[in-house]
């Protein structure tokens, strides 16, 4: 018989200060780590959204110092065009994978996810390290790019071929700047794939007696399927882009076709598709898009539940509709690429799925909805950011619809609609996901609160200043504002230039106000009021561990599961909610086993 | 052989299957009331199922390369056919080969661990063979390799060899890691730390690669 008597510490707890907080193993810090670092992500994004939106709005005004960033692209502190596209590139990347990828879901996945699952730790400590490393080695390439040769790429986040291909003939960054883009993405990939593997097995080896899958909160649901999305998604992505370094570095013709002129210059390529990699990169660009989004899904539900004191719905239709999700995302990517030239009746099919998808989408939004129905919500700033979102989820799922036919995108893609599509239904949604998510959980990160006040006033800037922001960007494409252009002169574009000034005014109101977030995080962390193990009374694993949670999680005894995750309310039990590990028998009738 | 091993290792053995979802009790107290068949839940490893999510993104990296492949190809008008290297049915050999040595390791091993001691036949013995056939295919593959690029035909010379090379390449780098993982387990064998999940994942990752070497000589000598 095995000696189960003793919970025997998945690996020791650190002792030196290099493997405690540089090289941990601990899942916890692992978390904390990638939740620093997708904070200074944001942070930088988030000034080239400042350089990029004063641009539009005022092309001729000279920003100080902007000529230290690079003396060529912002001679006299004003941006060339192609520098604009560059600093535009890394905005994107920057945002995309190492914010909305690393924060919802690498960040807090790893943080709470063996917590919710009453594991000890990842299965695989090591790989889990080597996941945020490799992640970190990865943003400082892309970082890097900044700095040598000619800049950064400029061929958006997407990289198009063939001007991702041709290398610097394409201009400024399409060198050395693809290579460091294309290098830092692979590296990236690696990280998610480690994170992945990680998280898909914690969640189905890792589980506490009498924790059954149904018994999972939605946020280790939601968890779950993304890391299921990352691991097909980015074992797409890293080969696509170690392709598209062969052919910058090896002279190979993968994605640049024959006999192509640019700079009156022919290429020496010949006869790659420059589809190929819209096909490779979609089919991992799509599903990226729900990665991103997922997460904060989950986070959502759980933070509403807690604080309208009762379970959603129905638990399984949300994990369902997002598992709906992630599968559909593979069928869909096509949507992207309807403007391609591809045939007609693969629009169509790829039409067809678009439209399915708002299905499950439109099942959780309704499921949030339903359930908040006369809930006495508590209000406070998670619940309200988390309110936000569906928010923005909403807004910006509405204009998906209109896109997801060929005959009306034909005339939206690649304006400013499209643009303002995703980031109301993915950045800032997103974004407040993370919010939502950080607020609430930050008492079990630290031991600490966030100020609620401070909290509440970065609510109301950023709900009303996205709003401001992105509401317009549909105009602005309705009105044919093609995006990616860095100053509108042609005459249609002319009498749009007042909003774009309006736009950035809201831009730089709504980024201060991310700096009362910033200060409130710091401050808090070391000056912020203690607090208890469970603050929000949830009914969770994370809540039944000590703050911050021992090396192991749990202490001496590991968890055993009783319940459903979310028991509040119950009708008969000794109080207004039921943790997952009270033995208390409850009259639940709808229960899962 | 040097291997002398004093003591069975560590096992996992009569591992009871989990009885369904929820009861992945891992390393867990039972509390004092439960029911006593409990104790027995017991749940897989995770590194028997980490090695199949693993596999998995392997396969997807390697369907999206075919997939370059056969969207490269259509339509192409450069596309030029090749000749395999002859050497690469005699590394074909080898890889299968390989599978079959370890596969005998795998199983001397666990009788090994699991108690049935046969001092005559040294566990390790084919796990040694095992490399050594791997260690020749990634010769063999190098050797395809050195042959094409002296009759001249490197990655940029035209795009099937371009695939050639990436196909051929990303295998052995997955490869090396298989070898990688068998000399740990050599070395855990001989350490007598070795764990029975930890040998089954490793075999199950090699026979992979042989699976996947066959599948991409297939495409290969059907595509370019
Ligand atoms: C309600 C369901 C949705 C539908 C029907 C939909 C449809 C579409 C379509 C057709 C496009 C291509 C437009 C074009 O380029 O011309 C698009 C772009 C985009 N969508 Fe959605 N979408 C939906 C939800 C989402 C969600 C939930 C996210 C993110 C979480 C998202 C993120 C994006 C992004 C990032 C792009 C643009 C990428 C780029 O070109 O840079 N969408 N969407
Ligand atoms: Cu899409």
Redesign the pocket.
């Known amino acids: 018989m095995h000696d189960m008597s003793a919970p025997a510490a998945h690996h020791g707890a650190p002792t030196s200060f290099i493997r405690k907080h540089v090289f941990s193993l601990d899942h916890k810090v692992i978390g904390k780590q990638y939740y620093a670092l997708a904070l200074l992500a944001a942070l930088i994004g988030m000034a080239l959204s400042w350089i990029m939106r004063i641009h539009l709005g005022w092309g001729n005004f000279a920003i100080p110092g902007l000529h230290l960033l690079s003396s060529t692209g912002a001679p006299g502190n004003v941006l060339t065009p192609e520098y604009y596209l560059q600093l535009m590139t890394m905005h994107?990347t920057i945002m995309?994978f190492f914010v909305l990828t690393t924060a919802p879901f690498a960040a807090f996945g790893n943080f709470f996810l063996p917590i919710q699952t009453g594991a000890e730790d990842m299965p695989f400590p090591h790989f889990n390290m080597m996941s945020f490393w490799v992640t970190f080695v990865g943003f400082w390439v892309l970082i890097a790019s900044f700095f040598v040769g000619d800049g950064p790429t400029l061929g958006?986040?997407?990289q198009y071929a063939p001007l991702s291909a041709i290398g610097s003939v394409g201009g400024p960054g399409q060198g050395l700047g693809v290579v460091l883009w294309a290098t830092s993405i692979a590296i990236f990939c690696i990280g998610q794939l480690l994170g992945s593997l990680n998280f898909i097995t914690t969640t189905l080896d890792m589980r506490c007696k009498g924790m059954s899958l149904m018994r999972l909160p939605l946020t280790a649901w939601a968890w779950f399927i993304t890391s299921v999305m990352g691991l097909t998604a980015f074992a797409v992505l890293m080969p696509a882009c170690i392709l598209l370094i062969l052919d910058h570095v090896a002279g190979t013709s993968f994605f640049v076709a024959s006999n192509l002129v640019i700079n009156d210059q022919v290429l020496p390529h010949s006869g790659g598709s420059t589809l190929l990699w819209q096909h490779l990169f979609w089919f991992f660009?799509?599903p990226?898009?729900?990665i991103?989004?997922v997460p904060g899904m989950g986070i959502v539900s759980h933070v509403l539940i807690t604080n309208m004191r009762k379970p959603m719905l129905s638990h399984r239709v949300l994990i369902y509709s997002m598992a709906a999700?992630a599968v559909l995302s593979y069928m869909?990517y096509g949507?992207?690429m309807?403007?391609s030239g591809m045939n007609p009746v693969s629009s169509l099919a790829f039409?067809f799925p678009?439209?399915v998808?708002?299905i499950p989408?439109?099942i959780v939004v309704l499921m949030w909805l339903g359930s908040l129905y006369g809930s006495k919500l508590q209000i406070n700033s998670a619940s309200l950011f988390s309110l936000g979102f569906i928010s923005m989820?909403i807004s910006?799922?509405?204009?998906?619809?209109?896109?997801?036919?060929p005959s009306i995108?034909i005339m939206?893609?690649?304006?400013y609609?499209?643009?303002g599509?995703?980031h109301l239904?993915?950045?800032v949604?997103?974004m407040f996901g993370i919010f939502a998510g950080t607020y609430f959980w930050f008492p079990k990160m630290t031991g600490r609160m966030m100020s609620e006040p401070l909290g509440k006033a970065h609510f109301w800037l950023s709900f009303v200043g996205a709003y401001c922001i992105f509401m317009p960007f549909h105009y602005l494409g309705i009105a044919g504002n093609v995006?990616r252009y860095q100053a509108f002169t042609d005459d249609y574009l002319i009498p749009l230039i007042p909003v774009h000034k309006f736009i950035t005014i809201a831009a730089l109101i709504t980024g201060f106000a991310q700096l009362i977030f910033v200060y409130n995080l710091i401050y808090s962390r070391f000056k912020g009021p203690v607090e208890t193990d469970n603050p929000w009374q949830g009914t969770s694993l994370e809540w039944s561990t000590a703050t911050p949670p021992p090396h192991n999680n749990f202490g001496a005894t590991m968890p055993v599961v009783y319940h459903d995750p979310y028991q509040y309310s119950v009708e008969g039990a000794s109080s207004d909610f039921v943790m997952q590990t009270s033995p208390e028998k409850i009259n639940n009738p709808n229960e899962e086993k | 052989m040097a291997t002398t091993l004093p003591e069975p290792p560590k096992i996992e053995r009569d591992r009871l299957p989990s009885q369904g979802s929820g009861n992945g009790g891992w390393r867990n107290l039972v509390p004092a009331s439960a029911d006593p068949r409990q104790v027995k839940d017991y749940s897989p490893p995770p590194a028997s199922t980490g090695i199949w999510v693993g596999l998995a993104a392997i396969t997807m990296t390697f369907a999206a390369f075919t997939s370059a492949l056969v969207v490269r190809q259509g339509g192409a008008p450069d596309w030029r056919h090749i000749t395999l290297p002859p050497v690469l049915y005699l590394n074909t050999l080898l890889i299968v080969a390989s599978s079959v040595t370890l596969e005998i390791a795998r199983r001397r091993v666990a009788a090994f661990m699991g108690g049935l001691k046969d001092p005559a036949a040294n566990p390790a013995r084919w796990l040694f063979v095992t490399l050594f056939l791997g260690l020749s295919f990634v010769a063999g593959q190098t050797y395809a390799w050195l042959q094409l690029k002296a009759q001249g035909f490197g990655l940029a010379t035209n795009v099937s060899y371009s695939f050639f090379y990436v196909l051929t390449v990303a295998h052995a780098v997955h490869l090396v890691g298989g070898i990688g993982g068998l000399v740990r387990v050599v070395g855990k064998l001989n350490k007598s730390v070795l764990r029975r999940s930890t040998l089954d994942a490793t075999s199950r990752y090699w026979h992979f690669m042989g699976v996947l070497w066959v599948y991409l000589l297939f495409l290969l000598w059907m595509k370019l």
């Open positions: 994107g995309v958006g986040w997407t660009g799509h990226e898009v729900y991103a989004i999700l869909v949507h992207h309807f403007v039409s678009t439209l998808i708002t989408s439109t989820f910006g799922g509405v204009s998906g619809f209109f896109l997801a036919q995108d939206l893609h690649a304006t609609f499209v643009v599509h995703f239904v993915m950045g949604a997103a995006r």
